[in-house]
């Protein structure tokens, strides 16, 4: 069984929650840790000789030290590159909380030291009219590592963030900066002073913007910008 496992969130959608989550399997690699990971629910994704395929899902297949199979790192593969309950509701499927609990808890229980379980967009991201995504790290009473995007209004979805965390009953195990952008923002080191200061969870890293490496050689490249070593302590 895992040892440790952890649901990694963002503080909107398109911040880089993929590339941080294979990034810290990389860097969790390099200290002798076998890990494994799983994007539950993937829309946007494209059709293959193999079946429905999503670039993030196959970004962390290749970054686990164990071998997994597709359809369990990501079991709901959703074509249309939209919201997960609207795609899930074109594809005629259905997603509930308990649904993804159980195939988390799938490979939860297959040996590991860490397993990451990567949300999709935000922190209350619909599953269906009744429950958001926050339903299912809530209920696996998962530690939660926040991706957060250093651009302007960063302060305030992250605050916001962690409060909605903490109010559900989880604690912020870690979070880390990331530049989405090759332009860095207005203010940054006071940006980052003031989330340090305040998000009261350690940072585990600050990931440069990278475009001079291939997309599948970036996790191995920011890794080196990770220090992990939280999520191993207690």
């Not at 988390?104 to 935000?122: F, N, W």
């Not at 880390?176 to 332009?183: F, K, S």
């Not at 990931?207 to 997309?215: I, Q, T």
Request: some cysteine; charged content about 20%; proline content about 7%.
């Amino acid at each position: 069984m895992a040892k440790k496992t952890y649901f990694v969130t963002g503080t909107d959608t398109e911040v880089g929650k993929t590339i941080v989550s294979a990034s810290i399997l990389e860097a969790a690699k390099a200290l002798g840790k076998r890990t494994i990971a799983m994007k539950p629910i993937a829309s946007g994704c494209e059709q293959t000789p193999e079946g429905l395929r999503n670039e993030d899902a196959l970004m962390l297949q290749a970054a686990v030290t164990e071998s997994i199979a597709y359809d369990v790192i990501n079991p709901v593969a959703l074509e249309p590159a939209i919201a997960p309950h609207v795609a899930a509701v074109q594809a005629g499927k259905q997603i509930s909380a308990q649904r993804l609990i159980g195939f988390c808890r799938g490979l939860q229980m297959q040996p590991a030291d860490v397993m990451l379980i990567e949300g999709a967009g935000g922190w209350r991201v619909p599953l269906n009219d009744r429950e958001t995504y926050a339903s299912v790290p809530r209920e696996m009473g998962l530690g939660v590592i926040m991706v957060v995007p250093l651009k302007l209004g960063c302060i305030n979805h992250a605050m916001l963030t962690a409060e909605a965390i903490r109010a559900d009953g989880l604690t912020v195990a870690g979070w880390v900066a990331n530049h989405p952008e090759a332009d860095p923002m207005s203010c940054e080191e006071e940006t980052l002073n003031y989330l340090v200061t305040h998000l009261e969870a350690p940072c585990l890293g600050i990931l440069p913007y990278v475009d001079e490496v291939p997309v599948a050689d970036m996790p191995a490249v920011l890794a080196r910008y990770l220090n992990v070593s939280p999520l191993f302590e207690n």
